[in-house]
């Protein structure tokens, strides 16, 4: 019989999809550089070169069998090792192969996190604003998400809250740093208290409580800083990392769970994503962009131009007197509404031709995110039209 | 908390696996070549040439965006009508792009037509002999696997014990033809007979049972016949096709599943598996694989070589008075064992360094697998061996 829970989900609505669609249809009415379409997290710059060369390098070698022949299940040997030796240097840290796990980029590497150090039925603890795919990868794994409300004066987190809400069901908290939609970047002292917190809970509860944290925008940082790293805290840390934002390359799917060398069970818990993979269907991402990601890890496309565009979109809407935390990193900004419905200003917004997104998707009312993963030239036009369409329907 | 289940999983034995890296650890002591590996169904063929020519050409085109970006979340519109066209025109069929859902390779096809067709606590009813997997995707849905023992004479389907196993339970029938790892191809007679069961039982059920179809070697057929195609013979049939062997790019991870236009609820199949999709964090085959095969996708590699691997193997153990039904397609052949335990077996048979695959995995007991997916020279000089085996052995 055909599945009905799949089937009713047909009906809810996606905001940002219904958005984008809404400026797809608008731009084709009034031509698509006339909509200031700040809906999605689609990377607006090209692909690191060395990626493309290295891509047409494999293709040329003529070895076809090893270029596109199945990979082992754990994964290609040199692409883990590869990896494990970036994260040491860039990190200090002591991963080896054996605790990296090549996954269908961020969102295979959570959908096998969370399978792995929960059973269903257990809680699976998310810090608002929050990606709004976690609620499917929490809930298909059998569990549920339970949110712990924001602070929405430095989107940090609410550690009052965060303590209350780990209880005997509590199985991992998942956190998302640098963070989709605030772009905030959890600081080192928030890391601290939360190691802290999680150490201190994991005996009350007489198990180890884990962390997922989920880092696809790790390498998009703002001001020189350097996010510090959050496997380095705490050990039971399985770290969720995707080439999509860094090298441009979402469409490709490859992504990986780095597993803590001092968390419990870290010698099992990649054997077991594999495991986790054959009822799942994945399967290992795509042979030949492993082998091209290997030796260019460390590569990434030219990012800087998020931070002009977040600089130019901060300075905007702070002079309208909005409030809003400064972005430490992404493509995402999060300024708080002028008024309370969140999505009834978005709707506003839509007057203008300016596509935002209103926070309540994230877990936060009254706040809107604004993906500027958008040419230059077009965040400089957009901003007279906020301008106007704030002090217009706001002033 | 770590996952008990997974981590109980790791104890289990692969036979597969272990087979293989058993092959690959005496191919250090006495030379690879000296090894006569009929363990692993890894395709051997090369690419086609107007795959690696379509990746070259795609990647110096330099508009990364759009050949490394996201795609729709119900896959990449040009490959979908490419597909419903080949198999418009291939099979007389009558699909359009929206009932073709593209998943990483057959595994993601399977388990996706899973879930959209069952409920958890369902049955699906496989026939043995059955490829291993199945029962993750069908236990990864939270069905139950229920086996229909193997028609040993001819490697169709047994309709009393199906008949027998249908109940009210059933939600689907998962077939897998040309099959692994018999290579058998279920005839016109046995898919006519299969849709009337099917019909009869939706009937006494009060709902339609699904027909999953299983078809990643529908491309390679023996003694220039066509293989009937299942889903022209019952409406309500989800087909699950991939690249991987007929254009050996099992690593790229490129598969379909095509929902028969007269299915039950045809129009939303596509988008429920785009719902199941963000709980198994799935999210879409690679993009350029997508680009690159919707051009050619009715290209193949060479496969005549399965072909004469076949006869080769077929004429020596038949010869050898092993019973054996002639395979029609793949890369597989299913001999009966000279004894009743095949585990036994091929056990004794490593000692000759032949590396044989006990059926018992595949749901039947006292035969073995050969994947002979291996080059030809090798294959003739694997066949004294197999001789003197048998002979000295079993003489």
Do not use: W
């Amino acid at each position: 019989m055909i599945n009905e829970t799949y089937r009713a989900m047909l009906g809810a609505k996606n905001v940002i999809r219904e958005l984008s669609e809404y400026a797809t249809a608008r731009g084709k009415e009034i031509g698509y550089e006339n909509v200031y379409d700040f809906s999605l997290g689609n990377p607006s710059v090209p692909v690191p070169e060395a990626f493309t060369e290295k891509m047409i390098g494999l293709l040329k070698t003529g070895d076809t069998m090893s270029l596109h022949g199945y990979t082992p299940t754990l994964g290609n040997a040199h692409f883990k090792e590869r990896v494990a030796a970036s994260l040491n240097k860039k990190y200090g840290m002591h991963y080896e192969a054996k605790h990296i796990f090549p996954t269908t980029g961020a969102a295979g590497a959570v959908a096998h996190a969370v399978r792995a150090v929960s059973a269903p039925g257990d809680e699976i603890i998310v810090i608002a604003p929050f990606f709004s795919e976690y609620k499917p990868y929490v809930e298909g794994a059998g569990c549920v998400m339970r949110i712990v409300a924001a602070d929405t004066d430095s989107f940090q987190i609410d550690f009052e809250l965060l303590e209350k809400a780990i209880g005997k069901k509590t199985a991992a908290v998942l956190i998302n740093t640098p963070n989709n939609p605030s772009g905030v970047v959890f600081s080192k002292e928030t890391l601290k208290e939360l190691a802290r917190i999680l150490t201190k809970k994991s005996e009350e509860c007489g198990h180890n409580l884990f962390l997922i944290t989920d880092e696809p925008y790790r390498d998009i940082l703002f001001d020189k800083k350097e996010a510090p790293y959050v496997s380095s805290f705490y050990p039971h840390t399985l770290s969720c990392y995707s080439y999509a934002k860094s090298m441009s390359i979402p469409g490709e799917r490859l992504g990986y769970v780095a597993v803590q060398p001092d968390c419990e069970a870290a010698d099992e818990i990649v054997p077991m994503c594999g495991q986790i993979s054959r009822g799942l269907g994945h399967n290992c991402p795509p042979s030949i962009i492993m082998q091209a990601v290997a030796d260019i890890c460390d590569e990434t496309s030219d990012l800087s131009v998020y931070e002009t565009n977040m600089n130019i979109i901060y300075d905007t809407v702070t002079a309208l007197g909005l409030s809003c935390v400064r972005p430490g990193g992404t493509f995402y900004i999060f300024p708080k509404a002028p008024e309370e419905d969140a999505v009834a200003f978005c709707k506003k917004a839509t007057e203008y031709d300016l596509i935002l997104v209103p926070s309540d998707g994230f877990g936060v009312k009254g706040f809107f995110r604004m993906a500027y993963c958008v040419d230059t030239k077009k965040v400089e036009r957009a901003m007279p039209v906020l301008r106007r369409f704030i002090t217009e329907v706001y002033g």
